[in-house]
């Protein structure tokens, strides 16, 4: 029997979650029975055995990683409690693991690289360049040299935590995707995210991600693009760790 991979978010219950959780697994190629989903918001952060999965996806999330942690409630300062943990884990065991936005914010602070609002994003489709490195990488096998994916987000890396290489770099925000170690690797942008997806975000987010008045033209802007190139950083992931 093939072993699930597990998803990690931290939305509460509404039209964003619903769309992620749904969405995520269509596009990565997973079935129901290949996937376990666990709301680290909802307080249940039990003890892992790795051995029970294929590998770990942490999701976006409508945390900062890099908030003062007296801005942070209770449920925040716990997931990111277990998470730290987790990691040292999961990159000591050379586990596979694939963190997206606010995983890859998560991962950098807990390698202790820097992460702050420098090199935020409105929601929007842009143009992602390969390193030399990410030519290279087995995420990036089957993507052109540089293609569209969707983003949006408050904070990204300013700086790199050790041991951290590039793999995919944006205009406005330089890293884009980074590999760790053997089998870990992380995205400011959205790889679980087509048209239908981002346009939940859209219409969920006015008002707190952008002003309300800019809906249509960033409709209109992300309707204008492919981003199914990008979508080959969730399936290469799966189709290499499943087991």
Known sequence: ?????????SRDD???LASEVAGLPRI???GDDERVHLRM????????DLADYSGIIVCGSPWDANADDHDKDARQIAAEQW???????????????????YGLGTLTLHLGGAVDAHHGEEISGIVLTKTDAGRADPLLEGTPDRFHAYVGHHEAVRELAPGMSV???GDDTPIQMVRVG????ATQFHPELDLAGVLVRVEQYGGRYYPPEAAEAIT?????VDVSPSHRVLTNFVEAFRR
Not at 1 to 9: H, R, S
Not at 41 to 48: K, M, S, T, V
């Open 1 to 9: 029997m093939t072993k699930p991979f597990l998803m990690l978010t």
């Open 14 to 16: 509404g039209p964003v």
């Open 28 to 30: 990565a190629g997973l």
């Open 41 to 48: 918001e909802a307080g249940h952060l039990p003890d892992l």
């Open 83 to 101: 998470l730290s943990r987790l990691y040292t884990r999961v990159l000591g065991e050379s586990f596979p693991l694939l963190g997206l936005c």
């Open 167 to 169: 793999l995919l770099a």
């Open 182 to 185: 053997e089998a870990a690797w």
């Open 220 to 224: 209109e802007q992300v309707s204008g």
